[in-house]
């Protein structure tokens, strides 16, 4: 695909050292820096735009506020045979799974199935990257994140709901893992932002104004408005589901359960996030990847150009090939906000 004239290309690994140097300098842990820099890194390489380094002035003016601790050492606990508990510490929510990924790999490899319920959390990321090494490992993956109240439930009056997205990820035989990841709002909060900040309006049904009116303006829906759940009744279940894995199940917020009020600049939901990992080697068939494998052939023959997860692997081969592409501006703030941006620039060479 042609890139955007504005577009520089930088290898991944530089851009997660990039960011790794941001996220310290800016109150996490050496540690926490490093997963969040390969989150967002990775999110930016895969194209899944409304995650990837727009999201770094929501992560570091949300630090700022005091609202998140990005040092926050998270705790482990062993509960029964298919169970952890993680609390967060009221830490980022991949720390979390990272303490507690091992043993929730050999507990599912063990019993054929686990879970991982983490609580006190914040995610402000794509789930995606959460998910996928699972299938990779030959383990199918759901997990389950709420977030903040801003989606009205069917029929409703008031946001109540997160935007409230699922993963799953699951082996293929000698392909790419089938991966979904999907908000269960109409559309994902930082999508509006992007649409408001380009002055594109939204297709109908997608959210509300201040009064409760249908709107396409995304200005409208952020200013005091709501978003709608997708697909009316069926998205606003989903989204319940969501809220009673990875809130009621948890112990963690619910969406309508926390503020932002006293922390200026706080932009991270305080929640919980749920993950199912099964081991499908111990199922009767035992063959999930091959069948997998002709259950795609089967939706490829009936028409489906492409499987969810293509987009995504699409541009990560050629983010791998060329370099990640980010905005040239964006890019030149990114070094600024290492505190040293005297470096040297992957496409236009050192700067002057
Ligand atoms: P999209 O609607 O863009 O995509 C949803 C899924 O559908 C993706 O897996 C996508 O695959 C797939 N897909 C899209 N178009 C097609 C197609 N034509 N044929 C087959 N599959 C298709 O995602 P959302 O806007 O709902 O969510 C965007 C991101 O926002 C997600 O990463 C989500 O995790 C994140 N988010 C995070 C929240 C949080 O609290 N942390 C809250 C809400 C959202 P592909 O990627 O290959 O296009
Ligand atoms: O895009 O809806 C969203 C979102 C919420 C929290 C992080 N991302």
Not at 153 to 182: K, M
Not at 274 to 287: E, M
């Amino acid at each position: 695909m042609q890139d955007n004239p504005n577009t520089v290309r930088i290898p991944l690994a530089e851009l997660s050292a990039l960011l790794a140097r941001i996220f310290e300098r800016h109150g996490t842990s050496a540690q926490v820096a490093s997963i969040l820099a390969d989150n967002v890194a990775c999110a930016q390489r895969d194209g899944s735009h409304s995650h990837g380094v727009f999201r770094i002035p929501g992560y570091l003016s949300t630090l700022a506020s005091g609202w998140v601790d990005g040092k926050a050492v998270p705790v482990v606990s062993d509960s029964a045979p298919g169970y952890i508990n993680v609390d967060a510490r009221n830490g980022f929510a991949q720390p979390a799974l990272a303490a507690a990924r091992e043993a929730l790999v050999a507990k599912a490899r063990n019993n054929g199935i686990a879970l991982l319920a983490i609580h006190d959390s914040h995610h402000f990321a794509a789930l995606w990257p959460d998910v996928e090494p699972f299938a990779r490992e030959g383990l199918v993956a759901l997990t389950f994140v709420n977030s903040m109240a801003c989606v009205v439930p069917h029929g409703g009056r008031q946001a109540l709901f997160g935007t409230n997205p699922i993963a799953f990820a699951a082996p293929r035989d000698n392909a790419d893992p089938l991966v979904f990841d999907l908000a269960t709002s109409a559309i994902a909060h930082g999508d509006v932002q992007i649409a408001a900040r380009e002055g594109r309006r939204l297709p109908p049904g997608f959210g509300v104004d201040r009064s409760g009116a249908p709107t396409q303006d995304p200005a409208a829906i952020l200013d005091g408005g709501a978003l709608l759940p997708f697909g009316g009744h069926k998205g606003s279940a989903l989204s319940m589901m969501v809220e009673l894995l990875a809130a009621a199940l948890t112990g963690g917020n619910f969406s309508f359960d926390f503020t932002w009020a006293d922390h200026p600049g706080a932009q991270t939901p305080r929640t919980g996030q749920l993950f199912i990992v099964i081991d499908p080697s111990r199922a009767a068939a035992g063959n999930f990847a091959q069948r997998a494998e002709r259950l795609v052939r089967a939706m490829h023959d009936a028409g489906q150009p492409r499987m969810p997860g293509d987009r995504r692997y699409q541009e990560r081969r050629e983010a791998e090939s060329l370099g990640v592409a980010v905005d040239h501006e964006q890019l030149a703030r990114l070094r600024e906000l290492t505190g040293s941006h005297l470096g040297s620039d992957p496409v236009r060479g050192p700067t002057p």
